[in-house]
């Protein structure tokens, strides 16, 4: 059977950079993948990455670093009743203030803002993930470590 023209378009398996697939095991612990998407899964995408947690994160969380890109983070509620509600609790730093989110959100992290920790502290239903960037590929490479 031959392929359509932009069915190369449409992303409806996980599939995950090697780097990435590397640490899945630990993140399998309180969340699940759904989908990335980068430049490595499909020429010429932006880095959109995408899934479910369902645990409260055990450890410190993401660590503060400052990209040289714009990123956009969600977090999502997920009981379509009430879907501005989070039924949990997302702890997020932005250079040197704490934030404590408890409503679905997107927050906005321009290039070159220090941000993180990002901690998901309580989750009573599970909630959605979004973290999409103004990059091709979403690499410890392209982080610059904040100082502390």
Not at 75 to 84: H, L, V
């Amino acid at each position: 059977m031959s392929q359509r023209k932009y069915e190369k378009y449409i992303l409806t398996d996980l599939k995950l950079p090697a780097d990435v697939a590397e640490r899945q095991p630990v993140y399998n612990q309180r969340a699940t993948r759904i989908l990335w998407l980068e430049d490595e899964i499909m020429a010429g995408a932006s880095s959109i990455i995408l899934s479910w947690y369902w645990k409260a994160t055990d450890d410190e969380g993401t660590p503060s670093h400052v990209h040289d890109f714009d990123e956009t983070i969600g977090f999502i509620g997920g009981d379509p009743q009430n879907p501005t509600e989070l039924y949990g609790e997302v702890e997020m730093w932005m250079d040197d203030e704490k934030y404590l989110v408890n409503k679905s959100c997107l927050i906005y992290i321009p290039k070159g803002l220090r941000h993180c920790p990002l901690r998901v502290v309580k989750v009573e239903r599970p909630m959605l993930f979004l973290a999409v960037s103004g990059t091709t590929k979403y690499v410890k490479d392209s982080i610059i470590r904040a100082k502390a």
